[in-house]
């Protein structure tokens, strides 16, 4: 081969390496075009994306209070703990340290260090000031997670009108229930950097945006008559053998909720294991057929529509045929001729019937619905229910229940439904709208200062007339001093009345067991408190009047002490001494 072929050769390796090498560069050239200025957009959202986080910040939530400011329910932080196994290091020093720390097991601390997984749940709930010690250390290996927890200073007292707050931190049941929006708050976000570990790199966030803290709780509730009510409804439920039981106590001329107490209760900072149907509050959501205590109602839409006035007489035989069955008083007697009192003291079914087939089925059902009855109370607590009430017209309604319907029976209400209703009664005929947050608190994170919301007492309806009642309240007051003289408290004019419920079943009422109940309130001129008082199924006696009267006296005798009302005669003595 000669130097000419050679050089010819050399040259055409030379040309084709630089086509090679041009084509390689321009290739090169071309992704860069490719990804810096066509793709870079999208590149750089993707790159933002890979660095960046989003942390949500939890709001505190807001405190509650009784209406004296006692404190009843706050927030502390609690942390979950955890390790990843393959990020240990010196794991007996470490398994030595969270042992003390901790006070767990070092075998079993040390067990999770060394475990063959990824991730290992090592401790839940561990109080503040540990977990802080525990972040300290510094560990990549150990996560630290704050928990929000929801606590209760005064334990079961207040479980049913409160609820519970899950570890999601959203209300259920009760006032956190209801309240729930207000009361979480609104939560915050940061958006930040971290490394491709999954570290947070130490810059500032990019973005923060704060929360915002729920509100804070004023209630109308009052912690000592709630430990009144509590400690009374307990002893009953001992002294009587009840298997479960509900008082309320309100104000009727405001509806404001003063005491809330339903047993069985529970601890609402410990409920994971309790059974989930004494989560909701029996006093707004259980229905019962209130029995002799209805007839409240009926005599004061007998005397509202004019068809009886308290001294109407009716010849009581002892039964009277509605709609094809036959109604017969409690002890199945025949009081000859009676007044409408009379018939209210001895709580004569065969009166309430004939009152109600007095007025007819349209007047009658009319008032019951003016009373409430079917239909929300609208109090601030969660799973509320309306009752139930079948009206004229509906494929199960039947004429007989025109009659059954006066005494109780065949009707299903709420406990705040039937103390709402009678708390129309002792208000001089006008129904308030019941009531448990009485102020929020909104503090302005901008300037630190509080703006306070108050709630107002709300006007529903008016029910009955002034005039008609006055005068079932009069009549009451008669129940108490010539009937149900266990709920009398000496010095002090009460009105009220007993009831004692037969308990339906799917094969008819039940031949043994009853509902023991008593609403009543104080002094009767000028009431301060109403009080309902139920009891389903007291052993020691099934009437009402032997067990529900008793617990009234026990709660109202506490009550005129702390509430400070004197005895009727000082007490209007005083008045007229007044200018």
Same mark, same amino acid.
């Given at each position: 081969m000669?130097?000419?072929?050679?050089?010819?050769?050399?040259s055409?390796?030379?040309?084709?390496?630089?086509?090679?090498?041009?084509?390689?560069?321009?290739?090169?050239?071309?992704?860069?075009?490719h990804?810096?200025?066509?793709?870079?957009?999208?590149?750089?959202? #993707?790159?933002?994306?890979?660095?960046t986080?989003?942390e949500?910040?939890?709001?505190?939530?807001?405190?509650?209070?009784?209406?004296?400011?006692?404190?009843?329910?706050?927030?502390?932080?609690?942390? &979950?703990?955890?390790?990843?196994?393959?990020?240990?290091?010196? $794991?007996?020093?470490?398994?030595?340290?969270?042992?003390?720390?901790?006070?767990?097991?070092?075998?079993?601390?040390?067990?999770a260090l060394?475990?063959?997984?990824?991730?290992?749940?090592?401790?839940?709930? #561990?109080?503040?000031e540990?977990?802080?010690?525990?972040?300290?250390?510094?560990?990549?290996?150990?996560?630290?997670?704050?928990?929000?927890?929801?606590?209760y200073?005064?334990?079961?007292?207040? $479980?049913?009108?409160?609820?519970?707050?899950?570890?999601?931190?959203?209300?259920?049941?009760?006032?956190?229930?209801?309240h729930?929006?207000?009361?979480?708050?609104?939560?915050?976000?940061?958006?930040?950097?971290?490394?491709?570990?999954?570290k947070?790199?130490? %810059? =500032?966030?990019?973005?923060?945006?704060?929360?915002?803290?729920?509100?804070?709780?004023?209630?109308?509730?009052?912690?000592?008559i709630?430990?009144?009510?509590?400690?009374?409804?307990?002893?009953?439920?001992?002294?009587?053998?009840?298997?479960?039981?509900?008082?309320?106590?309100?104000?009727?001329?405001?509806? $404001?909720?003063?005491? %809330?107490?339903?047993?069985?209760?529970?601890d609402?900072?410990?409920?994971?294991?309790?059974?989930?149907?004494?989560?909701? &509050?029996?006093?707004?959501s259980?229905?019962?057929?209130?029995?002799?205590?209805?007839?409240?109602?009926?005599?004061?839409a007998?005397?509202d529509?004019g068809?009886?006035?308290?001294?109407?007489?009716?010849?009581?035989?002892?039964?009277?045929?509605?709609?094809?069955?036959?109604?017969r008083?409690?002890?199945?007697?025949?009081y000859?001729?009676?007044?409408?009192?009379?018939?209210? +003291?001895?709580?004569?079914?065969?009166?309430?019937s @004939?009152?109600?087939?007095?007025?007819?089925?349209?007047?009658f059902?009319?008032?019951?619905?003016?009373?409430?009855?079917?239909?929300?109370?609208?109090?601030?607590?969660?799973s509320?229910?309306?009752?139930?009430?079948?009206?004229?017209?509906? /494929?199960?309604?039947?004429?007989?229940?025109?009659?059954?319907?006066?005494?109780?029976?065949?009707i299903?209400?709420?406990?705040?439904?039937?103390?709402?209703?009678?708390?129309?009664?002792?208000?001089?005929?006008?129904?308030?709208?019941?009531?448990?947050?009485?102020? @929020?608190?909104?503090?302005?994170?901008?300037?630190?200062?509080?703006?306070?919301?108050?709630?107002?007492p709300?006007?529903?309806?008016?029910?009955?007339?002034? !005039?008609?009642?006055?005068?079932?309240?009069?009549? %009451?007051? !008669?129940?108490?001093e010539?009937g149900?003289t266990?709920?009398? +408290?000496?010095?002090?004019?009460?009105?009220?009345?007993?009831g004692?419920?037969?308990? =339906?079943?799917?094969?008819?009422?039940? /031949?043994?067991?009853?509902?023991?109940?008593?609403?009543?309130?104080?002094p009767?001129?000028?009431?301060?408190?109403?009080?309902l008082?139920? %009891?389903?199924?007291?052993?020691?006696? /099934?009437?009402g009047?032997?067990?529900? $009267?008793?617990?009234?006296?026990?709660?109202?005798?506490?009550?005129?002490?702390?509430?400070?009302?004197? /005895?009727d005669?000082?007490?209007?003595?005083?008045?007229?001494?007044e200018?």
């Amino acid at each position: 081969m000669t130097s000419g072929t050679v050089t010819r050769h050399s040259s055409r390796r030379l040309i084709m390496l630089g086509w090679i090498l041009t084509f390689a560069f321009s290739v090169i050239v071309a992704q860069l075009v490719h990804y810096q200025i066509l793709w870079q957009p999208e590149l750089r959202d #993707v790159a933002q994306e890979q660095r960046t986080w989003q942390e949500e910040l939890s709001p505190e939530r807001g405190y509650v209070f009784d209406r004296n400011g006692h404190l009843l329910a706050l927030n502390v932080v609690l942390w &979950d703990i955890s390790v990843s196994p393959p990020l240990v290091n010196h $794991a007996d020093e470490l398994a030595d340290t969270l042992a003390a720390l901790l006070e767990m097991p070092r075998a079993k601390v040390y067990g999770a260090l060394t475990a063959d997984a990824e991730w290992v749940p090592l401790a839940r709930f #561990v109080s503040y000031e540990v977990g802080e010690e525990i972040v300290a250390l510094k560990q990549a290996s150990i996560t630290c997670e704050p928990r929000p927890m929801r606590v209760y200073p005064e334990g079961s007292l207040f $479980a049913h009108a409160l609820g519970i707050v899950t570890i999601e931190g959203d209300g259920f049941c009760g006032l956190d229930g209801y309240h729930n929006q207000e009361l979480q708050g609104v939560a915050g976000r940061d958006v930040v950097e971290k490394d491709p570990a999954g570290k947070r790199l130490p %810059l =500032p966030a990019l973005e923060c945006t704060p929360p915002q803290a729920g509100v804070d709780l004023v209630l109308t509730l009052d912690r000592s008559i709630q430990y009144i009510a509590a400690e009374e409804l307990q002893k009953a439920i001992d002294e009587y053998g009840a298997e479960s039981g509900t008082v309320i106590i309100m104000e009727p001329q405001t509806g $404001a909720v003063l005491a %809330l107490v339903s047993y069985p209760d529970y601890d609402p900072g410990d409920f994971v294991d309790v059974d989930p149907r004494l989560l909701v &509050d029996p006093a707004v959501s259980s229905m019962w057929e209130p029995g002799s205590i209805f007839k409240i109602i009926t005599w004061g839409a007998g005397l509202d529509s004019g068809t009886i006035s308290p001294g109407t007489t009716f010849y009581d035989d002892g039964a009277l045929e509605v709609g094809g069955r036959v109604i017969r008083n409690w002890d199945r007697r025949g009081y000859g001729l009676v007044t409408m009192t009379d018939g209210l +003291v001895e709580s004569l079914n065969t009166v309430a019937s @004939f009152i109600s087939t007095s007025m007819g089925k349209d007047r009658f059902y009319t008032y019951l619905r003016r009373f409430g009855f079917g239909n929300l109370t609208g109090v601030d607590l969660a799973s509320e229910g309306p009752g139930m009430m079948k009206l004229p017209g509906d /494929p199960n309604w039947f004429p007989s229940e025109l009659g059954t319907n006066s005494f109780g029976q065949g009707i299903a209400v709420t406990p705040m439904q039937m103390i709402t209703a009678v708390s129309a009664v002792a208000n001089q005929g006008m129904m308030m709208k019941p009531y448990i947050a009485q102020r @929020f608190i909104i503090e302005d994170e901008s300037n630190g200062e509080e703006r306070v919301i108050q709630v107002e007492p709300m006007v529903i309806r008016r029910t009955i007339s002034q !005039e008609a009642a006055g005068t079932l309240t009069n009549m %009451l007051v !008669e129940v108490i001093e010539r009937g149900a003289t266990k709920a009398q +408290v000496p010095g002090y004019r009460i009105a009220g009345k007993t009831g004692t419920a037969q308990i =339906p079943t799917a094969y008819g009422y039940d /031949p043994n067991d009853t509902i023991a109940s008593f609403v009543g309130f104080a002094p009767a001129d000028d009431p301060q408190f109403i009080v309902l008082i139920k %009891l389903d199924r007291p052993q020691a006696s /099934p009437w009402g009047s032997q067990t529900a $009267a008793p617990t009234f006296k026990a709660i109202a005798e506490r009550l005129f002490a702390y509430l400070q009302i004197p /005895p009727d005669e000082m007490r209007l003595a005083q008045g007229e001494q007044e200018p």
